[in-house]
């Protein structure tokens, strides 16, 4: 059952975000009513295919489309140019057009490699986000970002390319890993510190429910952040202003990302040590008042996260924030809270104020 629907307006590129619980059947006939074509490709992981691939097969079939699926395994390494390159290879070879639209299944890593792929394959072709993440379905399904990544840096290759709608199913979260939860967790957190004090609050109420994965508080959550997320891509699809605010907590933790080479830590981990190091950084330059910065920690604090950041070395770290995306020239820009709920962009952070926030989320 489809239980909200989000808009992102977009001119001609508009479209829903569906979120639900117990969709699986429902799924079809929308494909249907949004015009999609017979023939579909799905692209999936392992993991995930062993348990939702046959059911998704099966209603798709019963409706009359014509489907290939290709399974790839899981993991961040899989977003790579070369995977999209024997990707388009297993389309070429059966001679997919171009009004066939693929299906990403999967988290953020098949997000945004099946849709670097859509974006690219035959200038294009129709392309539908079905997320099984926490992280996925609160973020990276929505918006239209699409990467690979480079060896010099995460998310370096991709484009801007919507998808025809976003089909989210609650329940698929039952057989995530616990871990994978907690990496959701550091979007959902980021949500609450840049734009809903609501959300914080929420979540520091009700924390150990939405770990849990409790069907209301989680419904709920994720219902407040997919709001925020449309409403701000809706603004600036194309991140020439606000969109930059969904980078808070990204610039220290994709350095922390890339300098474990992407095994030490998940991205939603690394995540959520950036928005405490970035909250720390905005503490001591005076912009988050201690208040405010002490419960951003507490609260992120008290999410388990079991990531093991000891083979991460400072100058890797240092190295690796030179290599970020929102770089102008020499300055690396930084998205600081300045209350639970507000944030500011800053151009210029003493870099050993940098590195003291780093040393502060390694050593704790
Ligand atoms: P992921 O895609 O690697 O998925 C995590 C693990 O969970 C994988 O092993 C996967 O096989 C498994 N899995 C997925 N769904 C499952 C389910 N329902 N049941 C059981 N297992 C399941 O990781 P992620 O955290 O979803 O995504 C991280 C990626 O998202 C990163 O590459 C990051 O850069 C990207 N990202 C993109 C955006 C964007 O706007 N495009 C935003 C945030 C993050
Ligand atoms: N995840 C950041 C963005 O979509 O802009």
């Not at 004090?197 to 770990?211: D, G, K, S």
């Not at 830590?265 to 988050?288: C, N, T």
Request: include cysteine; proline fraction near 4%; glycine fraction near 8%.
């Amino acid at each position: 059952m489809i239980t909200a629907q989000y808009p992102l307006t977009l001119k001609d590129r508009s479209y829903s975000v569906y979120i639900g619980m117990d969709a699986g059947s429902a799924f079809a006939p929308k494909c249907i009513e949004h015009g999609i074509s017979k023939s579909l490709v799905i692209i999936t992981d392992t993991h995930v295919a062993s348990v939702y691939l046959k059911p998704m097969l099966n209603n798709l079939r019963h409706h009359g489309f014509a489907v290939l699926s290709i399974v790839i395994p899981p993991g961040e390494r899989q977003k790579s140019i070369r995977r999209a390159g024997m990707l388009y290879t297993e389309l070429l070879l059966h001679a997919v057009d171009r009004t066939t639209a693929i299906i990403a299944l999967g988290g953020g890593v098949i997000g945004d490699l099946a849709g670097f792929v859509a974006a690219t394959y035959q200038r294009g072709i129709p392309l539908i986000h079905v997320p099984t993440t926490l992280l996925a379905q609160v973020d990276s399904a929505i918006g239209g970002k699409t990467a690979v990544n480079h060896s010099l840096g995460k998310n370096m290759i991709g484009s801007f390319y919507q998808p025809k709608f976003v089909w989210e199913d609650i329940t698929v979260l039952a057989t995530l890993p616990f871990r994978e939860i907690i990496c959701g967790m550091g979007e959902v957190v980021k949500y609450g510190i840049i734009r809903d004090q609501n959300l914080f609050m929420f979540l520091e109420n009700n924390l150990e429910a939405v770990i849990r994965c409790s069907r209301e508080e989680l419904l709920f959550v994720q219902s407040q952040c997919i709001a925020i997320k449309t409403d701000i891509v809706s603004r600036d699809e194309f991140e020439q202003n606000i969109r930059i605010i969904l980078n808070a907590g990204h610039t220290v933790g994709h350095a922390l990302e890339s300098a474990g080479h992407y095994r030490a830590l998940k991205h939603g981990e690394a995540v959520l040590l950036g928005l405490a190091a970035e909250s720390y950084i905005a503490q001591k330059m005076g912009i988050l008042p201690a208040e405010s910065y002490e419960r951003i920690i507490r609260l992120i604090g008290r999410i388990p996260m079991k990531a093991n950041v000891s083979s991460l070395r400072m100058p890797d770290i240092l190295s690796a924030l030179q290599w970020d995306k929102k770089r102008i020239g020499k300055k690396i820009r930084f998205v600081l809270p300045k209350s639970i709920g507000e944030t500011v962009v800053i151009d210029e952070v003493d870099n050993r104020l940098v590195r003291e926030a780093v040393r502060m989320v390694l050593s704790s």
